[in-house]
């Protein structure tokens, strides 16, 4: 099942985010039950639901302050092991549009939405006219391996900050489409945003062109469009079993860095995790974190700390 749970266990935003959610559950209710606008809510907002963190982030930023948008996927939780609420239904059913990634990354949602049936519902692909990259075909998977393999292809889109450029496009496409009377705002904000993507994009550029070629290997498939995009090399996904791993997972992982000569590793927990610190030692190979940005906090300025973040370590891996 799920391989990198026991990092996310210990995350801060778990409780903190299971808060967050009780509010929003709360105050679907009162809507529902009232017919009432929230505090801070312009009256003629559609009601917006975004499924998981970047796609919220994203939306929010398009959105803007004043404009509500729910999240269906708390942003504590692992979105890859979603399982769906009854709760989710509720929103959807009270929902004018819904905001997802797409690229099969939301495999909750079609039977979700199928419940909630809400004919009225505009949904928002935000993949729509990204070209997908294949997902890694992993070797040596045993039975007790469940790998999850995504209908559309590698659904990590946003890791590339010229992709994400193309989300927030197709997400302000369609708010002004679901809400025209409000198409200039959102054309604004999504412009603010994506300037900044776009000066994301040439640090990204500025800083990794020197290590062009650099190869490295992943522990979570999240990386092949940002790998495309400024020519690094992501040699190897060893997923790792949450519990225990076997001698012959530890030797895949040492044949793999040997055969590819990698300049390092690129883990989400870093050295903390105990398994991928020794193999970093044995191999005097360095170990940073990469964050997929799955979970963290809300703000959609915090897109841009992550990435940057990303940035160092891709630096500190490869020079
Ligand atoms: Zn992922």
Redesign the pocket.
Known sequence: MNRRGQEFLGSPWRRWSCRVLLGLTGLTVTISSGGLVSKGQEANSPKIVATFLPVYMFTKAVAGEKTEVEILISPGTD??EYQAKPTDAIAIAEADVLVKNGLGFEEFLDKLIASAGNSQLKQIDTSQGIEPIEEEEHEDEGEEHHHHHHEGGN??VWLDPVLAQQQVINIRDGLIDAEPNNGEKYAANAAVYIQKLQELDREFKARLTPMQGCKFIAF???YPYLAKRYNLEQMAVVELPEDSIAPRDLQRIINAAKEFQVKGFLSESGANDSRIAQISKDLGLPVKVLD?V?TGPLDPQHYFTAMRNNLTALEEVCR
């Open positions: 979105p890859h659904p990590h979570h498939d999240a997929p799955e």
